[in-house]
Every structure is written in C-alpha cells, then in structure tokens.
C-alpha cells in the first residue's frame, strides 16, 4: 500500500503561482511512477503531469511550459509548481502513484485526496 496527501491548493488570482507538494508513505517511492491529475466540474479526470522513476516528464498540452513536476525521493515527496495559472485550471488536483506509467487515471493504483485550486479571473 501506498498513501498519499496533498497540500499546497488554495484560491489564486490569474496569473498568479502555486506549488503542491504531495506526500508519499509505504512501500518505497521511487519505485513509482507519480502523476498529478485534475477534475473539474462536470468534466472528466484528466493527466496534467507525470514523472517516471528515472525522472522522465510528461505534460498535458494545455500545461506545457507552465507547469513543472519534479519529485525528491529522499523526502518521498512530488512536487507540482504552477505558474501563469488560468481560470481554466480550476480544479480539483490528485497525486496518483503506480509502478507503470500511463495517461489513463483508472490505471494508477494509488491516490491522494485531492486539493482543491481555484483561479480567479
């Protein structure tokens, strides 16, 4: 078993910048590939970032050169730094862990709670 918390959401005017730290305990983290995924109301959850246990990135496009995932596996901690952020994202955001990477969230074994972000316009 892997358990997860988030931290770091909160209510930020547009333009503006959040970093959210999500924080890993069981079984060894950098075994796991972690990825960062949203939902908003009445849309479906969806990747924003991954990162592999070798360090590999993955972003949505809608994301790209505006957010940065990174992870410290000696504080079994991933970190998701947003900047330039939009009303657009506005959402509910999930830390996942899984052994196997994947954009699909039904495949990730292990999730957080969810934190909840809000841009302001």
């Known amino acids: 078993q892997v358990q997860l918390v988030e931290s770091g959401g909160g209510l930020v ?3 503006g910048s959040l970093r959210l730290s999500c924080a890993a305990s ?3 983290f950098s075994n796991y590939v972690m990825g960062w995924f949203r939902q908003a109301p009445g849309k479906q959850r969806e990747l924003v ?16 050169g505006r957010f940065t995932i990174s992870r410290d596996n000696a504080k079994n901690t991933v970190y998701l730094q947003m900047n330039s952020l939009k009303p657009e ?20 074994d292990y999730w957080g709670q969810g934190t909840q972000v809000t841009v302001s316009s």
């Not at 970032?49 to 790209?64: C, E, F, L, P, Q």
């Not at 994202?89 to 990730?108: F, G, L, N, Q, W």
């Open 13 to 15: 005017q547009a333009g």
């Open 26 to 28: 069981g079984r060894t």
């Open 49 to 64: 970032a991954a990162i592999t246990r070798g360090g590999s990135t993955n972003y949505a496009d809608s994301v790209k």
């Open 89 to 108: 994202d506005t959402a509910v955001y999930y830390c996942a862990a899984d052994p196997y990477y994947s954009p699909i969230p039904y495949d990730y």
